[in-house]
């Protein structure tokens, strides 16, 4: 008899393991319930806050993704509890029952206990998050074009973004572009020369898990770009008017600024605590070798959900290319499982990393090989374009951003309401 299958999330890892696992529809029947109905490109949600792209061109439904999958059936749910001593999940208000699952929930923003600076510093990682960190950025301008007191404008002015990680050092320069190339011909009011974008980050380099030359080289290209760095430095209050932060020197100061984004922490999904099982610090699901638990063999955890500790002690990142190679994995777990053969150790294959700077710049690291500029950003461009899902999505992202090299300019644009009630 068929084997049920479902898959909680579809990102990367989880869209990666319905693809596998329709390869056996003689073998299993699958349910990938999914509180979204697209999958998201969230290396790229950057781009749309900084109205480089349009939502839809970093999104596919998931629907249409596993659309010639036939024994796959795609829920919109959210799951809401895992009971694995029953092999059941309570799906928004009725339980369903599995034979093996596949959590693939992904993780969200940490304010290291600090929720309430949400309101003033959202994070990146939704589409809506995306367009509403667009709209503050895009009203900064219009703000500072109307205002007559110089100090009111320049607090418009000033952005700040916390956490130079990936994430934090793609918004910097892309948004210190915005202000100096894009803007400039379109205000009349403000001297966008006068913006100001300042990274803050607690560690003491940018970039801190590349390696050291790359992460120096990444300094220096924040600081071309006019980004303002401040190393060694907490947040340690996010209010209306800005930000307080204790420099290595420990005195607090405050940055006065109308937009500040967070770049700095992840928690993984609430569902971790309602397994009753081994969590990190971090509230990951640590994970044996098989990628499943030692009590629950069929319980497979995924991808930024999960802890995984390599030979030697490592703990894999939360990266797009684990969280994929892992949905490969357990698919096929799966598999040998229902065959009646054992499961096999999940082993990493390292894909490197990169980042981009912005128009032109970008740091990488692959297999040894260290690069930066124009070479690291092509293949930054590249990479990006090729995992995007769908011939359409890929052909219009070529597309918008060779007319925004060309042109500087910056096509969406658009001031789309907070509230979705019409008035
Ligand atoms: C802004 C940003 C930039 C990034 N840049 C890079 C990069 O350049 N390179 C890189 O390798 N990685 C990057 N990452 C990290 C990468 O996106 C993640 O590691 C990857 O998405 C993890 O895949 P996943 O399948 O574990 O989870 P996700 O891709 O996050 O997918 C989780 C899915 O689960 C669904 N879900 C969550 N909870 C529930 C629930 N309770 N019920 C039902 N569905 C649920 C969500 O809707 C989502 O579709 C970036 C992440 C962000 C946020």
Redesign the pocket.
């Known amino acids: 008899m068929k084997k049920h299958v479902v898959i909680?999330?579809?990102?990367?890892?989880?869209l990666k393991a319905a693809k596998v696992l329709s390869q056996y529809p003689e073998l299993v029947d699958v349910t990938l319930?999914?509180?979204?109905n697209y999958?998201?490109f969230?290396?790229l949600?950057?781009q749309v806050a900084t109205a480089g792209l349009s939502p839809a061109d970093i999104a596919m439904p998931i629907r249409n993704v596993l659309s010639d999958a036939k024994n796959v059936t795609v829920y919109l749910d959210?799951?809401k509890a895992v009971h694995p001593e029953n092999n059941s999940l309570e799906v928004t208000s009725v339980a369903a029952k599995y034979d093996y699952l596949i959590l693939?929930?992904?993780?969200s923003h940490s304010y290291f206990g600090k929720d309430h600076w949400e309101e003033f510093a959202p994070g990146?990682?939704t589409l809506e998050m995306a367009t509403e960190i667009r709209r503050r950025i895009l009203m900064a301008f219009e703000s500072a074009e109307k205002v007559a007191d110089m100090n009111i404008q320049k607090e418009w002015l000033t952005f700040v973004i916390v956490g130079a990680g990936?994430?934090g050092v793609e918004m910097a320069g892309a948004i210190s572009e915005i202000a100096k190339q894009t803007m400039e011909a379109d205000f009349r009011n403000i001297s966008t020369a006068h913006t100001r974008v300042i990274l803050i980050e607690a560690g003491k380099k940018v970039l801190g898990s590349f390696n050291e030359t790359l992460s120096s080289n990444a300094l220096i290209d924040l600081k071309k770009l006019g980004v303002e760095v401040m190393l060694d430095t907490r947040v340690t209050d996010i209010n209306s008017s800005g930000v307080t932060f204790s420099g290595p020197d420990g005195r607090e100061e405050v940055i006065l600024s109308r937009t500040v984004v967070w770049a700095a922490g992840v928690k993984p999904?609430s569902?971790n605590s309602t397994l009753n099982v081994p969590l990190d610090r971090a509230g990951r699901i640590i994970v044996s070798k098989k990628l499943s638990l030692e009590k629950f063999p069929n319980l497979f955890i995924?991808?930024?959900?999960s802890h995984f500790e390599e030979d030697g002690g490592n703990v894999l990142p939360?990266?797009?290319?684990?969280?994929i190679q892992m949905g490969t994995h357990a698919a096929k777990n799966i598999i040998r499982l229902i065959k009646n053969e054992a499961a096999l150790d999940f082993k990493y294959t390292d894909k490197g990393q990169m980042a981009t700077i912005g128009r032109k710049l970008a740091v990488m690291e692959f297999k040894g090989i260290k690069a930066r500029g124009m070479f690291a950003w092509l293949a930054w461009l590249l990479v990006h374009i090729y995992y995007l899902i769908g011939f359409k999505n890929r052909l219009f992202v070529l597309m918008q951003w060779t007319w925004s090299y060309l042109t500087f300019s910056r096509g969406a644009r658009l001031i789309t309401k907070r509230d979705w009630k019409d008035t």
């Open positions: 909680v999330g579809g990102g990367f890892g989880g319930i999914d509180k979204r999958h998201l969230q290396p949600l950057y959210e799951v693939a929930c992904g993780a990146l990682k990936p994430t999904s569902i995924i991808g930024d959900q939360g990266l797009a290319p684990v969280a």
